[in-house]
């Protein structure tokens, strides 16, 4: 029996809760525990919300939000792949879209397909709404580190050097000025 | 020292991190712990983004998600009501609006005005954005009870008639062809 437009959209909203399981590196402010990928998906939505003065050119912010909300729902099928691990960009690359076709194949036809080219515009990284969406998806994680003492440097053993080099010119990229903010922080952090 | 802007939306961003420690009632699909009030956010988001075209009425959906982004930040001071517990609605509605006021004063004053105004509005529930959003925030919870097997209506023994007339005016109202859908599974969970 062939399922309606809704029995989809409720399939794939189902679907998607298991993002709520899926562990980031990051922990919450608190230091409590570590954050869950659907949290952090709410938190850069609201991110884009609030700070979508500090872009690099004309955007619209309402993409950002849409974009920032799915960006991770990939990791549903392939997990979180941490900024400092060693893992293969080409084979991440193409798991992910392998889930991203599965996750947004469960939506009616052209619904998935909108969603799943905002997906992919997100990860090609190359108009305005995705460079600001990615500098913001690399700023929250950086500022947790900061105001958690270290957070994932610590664990991972990162320097002054690789921090600038792993989240400068994304976020340099998509919001200058909020790099600016970044550079006076990690200076610091790191006593340099 | 006068904070700059940036400084305030950050300071603000710094202080919602406290959502997801909020527990609600409802459970994750997979009933492996109860779900928090930011990936609760995010999944709302996510239904108004997938699910506009059951709104009632003609409904502007980056508001909505916007609204359903922001709508439960006021319980970092306030907590969860839950839907079947005995609260006095009327204190539980001053402690809400005293803490919107908090929270969004953090921002600067005509970005926190304009989203304390998109949280009143939510609130009131008279515009076709806020009825529609409303109805997700009751449709979302009715979903997860119906596929974990009754959920929040067994831990707090909730009737038949009971779901009914806490779920279906609400859901109906934003929502009807929603509200159709739960007619069907509410029936069929209580074998009525």
């Given at each position: 029996?062939?399922?309606?437009?809704?029995?989809?959209?409720?399939?794939?909203?189902?679907?998607?809760?298991?993002?709520?399981?899926?562990?980031?590196?990051?922990?919450?402010?608190?230091?409590?525990?570590?954050?869950?990928?659907?949290?952090?998906?709410?938190h850069?939505?609201?991110?884009?919300?609030?700070?979508?003065?500090?872009?690099?050119?004309?955007?619209?912010?309402?993409?950002?939000?849409?974009?920032?909300?799915?960006?991770d729902?990939?990791?549903?099928?392939?997990?979180?792949?941490?900024?400092?691990?060693?893992?293969?960009?080409?084979?991440?690359?193409?798991?992910?879209?392998?889930?991203?076709e599965?996750?947004?194949?469960?939506l009616?036809?052209?619904?998935?397909?909108?969603?799943?080219?905002?997906?992919?515009?997100?990860?090609?990284?190359?108009?305005?709404?995705?460079?600001?969406?990615?500098?913001?998806?690399?700023?929250?994680?950086?500022?947790?580190?900061?105001?958690?003492?270290?957070?994932t440097?610590?664990?991972?053993?990162?320097?002054?050097?690789?921090?600038?080099?792993?989240?400068?010119?994304?976020?340099?990229?998509?919001?200058?000025?909020?790099?600016?903010?970044?550079?006076?922080w990690?200076?610091?952090?790191?006593?340099?």
């Open positions: 029996m062939q399922s309606t437009a809704l029995e989809k959209q409720l399939a794939f909203l189902r679907e998607i809760d298991r993002l709520k399981t899926v562990v980031r590196q990051s922990s919450l402010l608190d230091k409590s525990r570590k954050e869950n990928s659907a949290e952090h998906s709410w850069l939505a609201m991110y884009a919300l609030i700070l979508s003065e500090y872009a690099c050119g004309p955007i619209n912010k309402n993409r950002v939000i849409q974009m920032l909300l799915l960006h729902i990939v990791e549903i099928d392939v997990g979180d792949f941490p900024i400092h691990s060693e893992s293969s960009n080409e084979s991440q690359t193409e798991q992910e879209s392998r889930a991203a599965r996750l947004f194949g469960l009616p036809q052209q619904q998935g397909n909108e969603l799943l080219g905002l997906w992919q515009e997100f990860e090609r990284a190359e108009t305005d709404d995705a460079k600001f969406a990615k500098a913001l998806d690399r700023f929250q994680p950086l500022l947790v580190n900061v105001f958690t003492g270290g957070g440097w610590i664990e991972s053993s990162v320097s002054f050097e690789q921090v600038f080099s792993r989240y400068g010119p994304i976020i340099k990229r998509g919001a200058p000025l909020l790099w600016a903010v970044c550079e006076q990690v200076t610091r952090h790191f006593g340099e």
